[in-house]
């Protein structure tokens, strides 16, 4: 690896982009009734128009890991926000569901190369302390998607439209994008792959990881993409309410993000994903099974939500230590893949079967998530230093 000084800008840049990433995919719930009285599409189109184009994010995120190998990943994160910037100005400016579901490409495959780029670079920045470092890395998302949250539910109380929301949101990312150019950071350089050497793809734990993952996102960023809609339908509570129940979602999803790390640092990775994810599945399953009375209750799990994610993917590049970019752009692509099928599968149900029966898939895919995350401790169980 070439070894490169990483400039405090460069590492408050990294951080800010983990901030701002939530105001555009953690809100989305909160505009899809706006989408469809807008446009006068149905759950299932919104849902068909957010796994059609997913598709595309995921054949980008496959490739991520090639793109950092050849580009690095300071190129492959400024790529990421190029395509965010262009999604969210053609998405802000159409006026045709059509344009609108064009401009969804670039935001999905902006989001899903930084999400590939930023996973690998932490590990090469904070080395040694990979996994306290990712889980406040991933601090940030907490913190950005609790502001996001309340802050559009107030503006759209004030009247403000989502697409001047959305623009804004853009000069947001522009203004980082220019000052990227004064950033330095440490480039993962490709390894030969020795004679006789298995593949990454080959290695069934790469699988394993990449389900545990996917169905947790989902049940994850269910909160965000269907809660909102599910408030309002079931109990018909307006969208200001449902970012509300959201804001608290994410503000303590924030707090277990920042404390997170140094818990697990003391008390082992996997056996504090397994305990949580038990916590955060009970947690929503009463408050989507008990409904209206209990509804904080699915806002107080975000706090059990918050280590799973950041703490799982730094145990990547210590279990896949061949290709640690690779490993992490397919299990990025699974998890895409999971999450998008799983939404395809809720806005359906959500009209064919209603929101009260619908809104269960979120903990039966935690509870998925759960088995697998189980099994991965079984099985790397020997390998004590890497689930340190």
Known sequence: MKETKVNKL??????????????????????IPIFKEDFS????????????????????????GALIEKLGQKKTVLLGILCLILGMVLQALSNSYF????????????????????????????????????????FMYGAGSTVSQNAIGVLLDYGITWRSIYLF?????VIVLLAFKFTRFPDKQRVPVKEGEVSVFKNPMLYVFGAALGFYVFAEQGMSLWLPNYLKEAFGLRESIGARYLGAFFLLFAVGRLLGGFIV????????????????????????????????VISISGLFFSIVFPSTMSLVSKIFKERPGMATGFIMTMVAFILNSMNLLMGILMDEIGPRLAIFLLPLSMGISLCLMIFIRIKTKSDETALQ
């Open 41 to 64: 599409v149905s759950n299932t189109a919104i849902s068909s128009m957010i796994t059609g184009v997913s598709l595309a994010g995921m054949a980008v995120t496959f490739i991520g």
């Open 265 to 296: 640092q003391k008390t082992g990775v996997m056996r504090t994903v397994i305990f949580t994810e038990i916590a955060a599945l009970l947690l929503l399953f009463i408050g989507v099974f008990f409904g209206n009375s209990y509804l904080f």
């Open 10 to 31: 460069g590492v408050f840049l990294l951080f800010t982009l983990m901030f701002l990433a939530p105001f555009i995919e953690n809100t989305r719930g909160i505009f």
């Open 169 to 173: 949101i853009a000069v947001l990312y």
């Open 99 to 138: 344009m609108f579901f064009v401009g969804f490409i670039p935001i999905i495959a902006g989001l899903n190369i930084y999400s590939v780029a930023s996973n690998t670079m932490v590990p090469l920045i904070f080395v040694g302390s990979s996994t306290l470092a990712m889980n406040l890395f991933h």
